[in-house]
């Protein structure tokens, strides 16, 4: 793993001997604070080593960015939506490279990762659209004043992002925030720090946008993250990641007055009742947990089934989940890698541990499956875990474990079936699975969630609102609402 990382950083222009892991002001710059190194998820040893970028640098990428801001925005909103077309397409010819990178460090299925590039491309191409299409409006005010609301960007906005889907993230908050009019200063997860400095290059490269629009620092999120959240230049503050961090982040944007958006975590319920399309429901409520070995926000982790439905749906899942190729992450066969890093797949473990210790009862995994490399014996694989003897009290029903781990509890009625589902404190997304449309969609708005889906899980398109509520976090990300987060109105009265 560590050579071929080396090769594709190599082909990108990176020294992996001293790799510049940060995107500022148009160049590739390595940062000169704490060296960080990055452990391989499939064997336990280390991979690469980069230094955090710290406070010095996350200056120098704002002042940048500030100025690229009105470059940006002295251009018409048409030629900012050609140029974010453009911005798109630099990513062609790179796609495989980049997918291959992140599966190496992030020990993601090749996959998954390709899919996230996809969806990187996307999301430029969608904003692209809308920015020539954002227009304020006319308020017909009781006075003989002419009054106007324009939206307006931010200036310069921080993004903090997560490990688990890293390409995806840096798209997702990017495009959006660019298509505003704002430019933005990204700092990835240390866990995974190079592809977010790869699309940043290759967009702004292939869009010719403004040298520093796009920052991207990479460190600790008590350095680099730091610096970025308490830099007054900073206007508005985009979280991602666990509800622990996002309270630091929402503090810390509170000590300063500027606003954020957050999307934490979830414990998203996944409700099936009796008259559903089982073999629907059961395929559907494996991808939900076992997608990204349930390193995934919207992870449908609380599986609730209606009483009658044990034991047989039961034992069909596990007999799915047991057949799902957990593998290397970089063969085009495997299905689901392993936890991302050491901390996560303790903790994991820990979660399952006590969970027996309350009185579940392990149906399937627990351990690393069988059959797997010599070289994988340290590394992070679990195998997909299902528990029963669930009840809702217990802390693996209560807690996001963020890894393969499904919990299955019973619900008699429509009633119980709404309120286990809502006994949490998390708001992110949820699920109902019935062929009854009416009675799926009457539990489906009793769901306290941003997302909810009906036969089906994890739909999600860049056209549509995401988001939670509760402990799940506040804002939208995507669509139309997406973009709303990174404007301002401004309200101008002209007497007349
Ligand atoms: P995390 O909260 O540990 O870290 C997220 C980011 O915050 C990292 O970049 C980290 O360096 C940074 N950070 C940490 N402390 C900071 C500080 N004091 N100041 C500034 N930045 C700081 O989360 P994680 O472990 O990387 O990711 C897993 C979590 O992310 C899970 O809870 C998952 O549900 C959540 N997540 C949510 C969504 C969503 O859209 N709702 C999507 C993906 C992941």
């Known amino acids: ?50 230094r955090d970028a710290g406070a010095a640098l ?109 390409m995806f993230t840096c798209g997702w908050q990017l495009a959006p925030a660019l298509a505003a009019g704002n430019a933005a200063v990204l700092k990835p997860s240390e866990l995974t720090p190079l592809t ?4 940043a290059m290759l967009v702004e490269r292939g869009g010719r946008l403004p040298a520093g629009l796009i920052g991207i620092v990479n460190g600790l999120g008590h350095t680099t993250g730091q610096a970025l959240t308490a830099h007054p230049r900073i206007a508005k503050l985009v979280f991602v990641g666990s509800p622990e961090t996002g309270r630091r982040i929402a503090e810390a944007g509170a000590q300063r007055l500027v606003p ?48 009658s439905l044990l034991p047989a749906f ?49 149906l399937t995994g627990g351990k690393a499956p069988a059959g797997l490399p010599e070289e994988t014996a340290d590394g992070y694989f679990l195998a997909p875990t299902i528990l029963t003897d669930v009840t809702p009290e217990m802390t693996i029903a209560n807690e996001e474990v963020f890894g393969p781990v499904l919990v299955v509890m019973t619900f008699r009625d429509e009633q119980e079936a709404v309120a286990l589902a809502n006994a949490t404190r998390f708001g992110l997304a949820g699920a109902v699975w019935s062929r009854d449309t009416a009675k799926a969609l009457r539990i489906a708005h009793q769901l306290r969630a941003g997302t909810v889906w009906v036969n089906s899980y994890k739909t999600i398109n860049v056209m549509s609102p995401f988001g939670g ?28």
Not at 101 to 123: F, H, N, Q, T, Y
Not at 297 to 307: D, F, N, P, T
Request: glycine share 10%; aromatic share 6%; charged share 20%.
């Open 260 to 307: 954020s958006v957050l999307e934490l975590g979830g414990k998203s319920a996944n409700i099936v009742f009796d008259d559903a399309s089982l073999e629907d429901a059961v395929s559907g409520a494996q991808a939900a947990i076992f997608a990204g070995a349930g390193q995934s926000c919207v992870a449908g982790s609380r599986l609730l089934l209606q009483e």
């Open 196 to 199: 977010s400095a790869l699309i």
């Open 58 to 166: 996350v200056e120098q990428a704002i002042e940048a960015a500030a100025a690229a801001q009105v470059e940006w925005m002295a251009l018409t909103a048409s030629e900012r939506g050609r140029r974010l077309q453009g911005a798109a397409r630099g990513l062609e010819g790179h796609e495989e490279a980049l997918a291959r990178l992140e599966s190496l460090i992030a020990g993601k299925p090749v996959g998954d990762c390709r899919g996230e590039v996809a969806k990187v491309r996307e999301m430029f191409e969608y904003y692209a659209g809308w920015c020539d299409k954002q227009h304020g409006e006319v308020i017909d005010v009781p006075t003989t004043h002419l009054n106007y609301v324009q939206r307006i960007p931010y200036g310069v906005v921080g993004q903090i992002t997560p490990w688990n889907a890293p």
């Open 314 to 362: 039961t034992e069909r899942l596990a007999r799915a989940a047991e057949a799902i190729a957990v593998g290397l992450p970089t063969d085009d066969a495997t299905r689901m890698g392993p936890l991302q890093n050491a901390a996560q797949y303790r903790r994991v473990h820990a979660l399952i541990d006590e969970a027996l210790a309350q009185g579940a009862t392990l």
């Open 469 to 496: 509520l509760g402990e799940s976090g506040y804002g939208r990300s995507s669509g139309l609402d997406g973009l709303r987060e990174y404007t301002l109105p401004r309200s101008v009265w002209v007497e007349t």
């Open 1 to 50: 793993a560590r050579e071929a990382i080396a090769q594709h950083l190599d082909a990108f222009g990176i020294d992996p001997a001293a790799p510049a892991s940060n995107w500022i002001a148009g160049r590739l710059i390595a940062g000169d604070g704490e060296t960080i190194t990055l452990i391989d998820p499939v064997t336990g040893a280390p991979l690469l080593s980069y």
